[in-house]
């Protein structure tokens, strides 16, 4: 509430993180016991006992805390865009679709305990005739109850008649709360729990004595920094994603690294007071904004709220049915989904965002959360270094202006058919940064023009005898921003490779620190500082005067 800018983000225990801090601490808990049954040790000081996992698992929030910490100062907010927008909605979707199959289970009254995910699909197919009518109408009525006000405050205008008051009251009166007051009032009264409907029951009403989490041992603390990173990671992709989503919809913008500062700062204090680690909660976000959240001090309410709960009201929700929590948890998933983004793709014709989205809801609700949101990055990862691999270029043209006092322009030949080429001469534009990655390949794209006259042609290709062989070469370097040491190294070998060959070269418009850059590394001179000048027009005149054009020659 502090210092995050998210309006709606819902910060607690989530269910993926739990998830690996459940994981990280059973492999503690095994490794104790085997090293015990090793030393053949007394079991009364193994860490098993509770006392011992939940140091574990707040030393982990602390080291979690840290860790997102220093990203958010060192300013890492960019690692939550290294997921497309394809992407991150499909792993969204993935996401709810979990959800929603883990209520499933609840919400008929049928135990299933040794499955997860879409693994609990067979199981509820197998033992359906054994679903509990009573839980069933609980869970399900939640769910048509929480849509269908949802799309009745879509429908009630902006200015309502007294025709709509009664709709007013539902969009005024947050609906969950009201299915949750009904559902303990009716279960209460009626004693529906001893007709087999699961309720809530009881549960301690304590708070945690603050204190600084502290792992003596050196060993442990060790095993916890690569669950802690791999949490801190997992945890603020899936928060900004559910952020990004909220964000979107009430048309506010969110600083990344500012949640990042926010998150660490949450789970070094939650850590002082018995917390493991937190994140960003995808459903009890969608829950928070559907109960009409707008500003952080929502956040503080809530933990506010929750202590008085916690403290003076825990016994009312004794009788809160567990189907009703999870058919809550299942409307929220439910409008996780958004058809209007495939909608989108489909008339646009992007059908490789569309695979790609796919893929991302399909790897995640297969294989897991944490493998889906690892198998998006590396293909999102995949894209970006394929993508600012393949260099932006242009094949400019000469266009001869129809006044005879004007000085020709030169454009590219892919965009202007009027443009033509001068024979023997090949005039780029590079159109982005030079680096170490692109730079091989622009060097490819030069050497391939030489031998074959097209820069889309197969290098096993031959240039055809009708067209003059290269004699001047001259490289717009107008539209580089900048380039670093590898590239300038390429780059200038290159040129000399051209000027052993008696090829002219020629560099137009540099300009700012490119031109500096080109100074240090000695390429001015090595071309002459005569062959540097403001504009192609005028390296054309200089080097070659007037020259006819050509019909065809060095394509793109």
Known sequence: AIFGNSRQLAVGPEALVSLVVGTTLR??????????????SSSSSSPQDMAHMVLY???????????????????????????????????????ALTLMVE??????????????????IPIILEHIQEAQWLTMIFGFATVVFLVGTSLLKKKIPANPTRLHTLFLFLKLFPP???VVCISIILTKTLRLSSHGLAILGAFPATLATPGIPITVSP??????????????????????????????????????????????????????????????????TIINDQAGSRTQVSGAVTAVAIMITILLLSPVFVYLPKAVMSGIIFAAAFKLFEVSEVIFL????????????????????????EAGLLLSIGVSLFLVIRHTTVPRFSILGKVTSEREDEPPRFKDISVFPEASLIPGVLIMRIEESLYFANMGQIKEIFLRIEKVGNAQEHPSETRSLSEPALST???????????????????????????????????VKLHGNFKVSMLRAGIIQMIGPDHVFSSVAEAIDSLLGKQPVASSSYRM
């Open 27 to 40: 492999e503690l808990s095994q490794a104790a016991v085997d090293s015990s049954s090793s030393s053949s």
């Open 57 to 95: 698992a707040t030393t982990l929030a602390f080291l979690v805390g840290v860790f997102t910490l220093v990203l958010g100062l060192l300013r890492f907010g960019f690692l939550a865009e290294i997921l497309s927008r394809p992407l991150t909605k499909g792993f969204v979707a993935a996401i």
């Open 103 to 120: 209520q499933l289970d609840t919400m008929l009254g049928i135990p299933v305990d040794d499955a997860r995910s879409w693994h609990k």
């Open 176 to 178: 969950i709360l009201l």
């Open 219 to 284: 060993k442990i603390l060790g095993s916890l920094v690569a669950p802690a990173i791999i949490i801190s990671i997992v945890g603020f992709v899936e928060s900004m994603a559910v952020s990004k989503q909220c964000a979107t919809r009430h048309n506010y913008t969110i600083s990344s690294n500012r949640e990042l500062v926010a998150l660490g700062v949450s789970n070094i204090v939650g850590s002082m007071f018995g917390c493991w680690p937190i994140f960003g909660s995808i459903t009890r």
């Open 346 to 369: 489909i008339k646009m014709r992007s059908y490789a965002d569309l695979g790609l989205m796919l893929f991302a809801c399909a790897s995640t609700f297969i294989f897991g959360a």
């Open 473 to 507: 070469i001259i490289v717009d370097c107008g539209h580089i921003p900048s380039i670093d040491a590898s590239a300038i190294q390429t780059f200038a070998e290159l040129l000399q490779q051209y000027l052993d060959k008696g090829v002219r070269v020629a560099l």
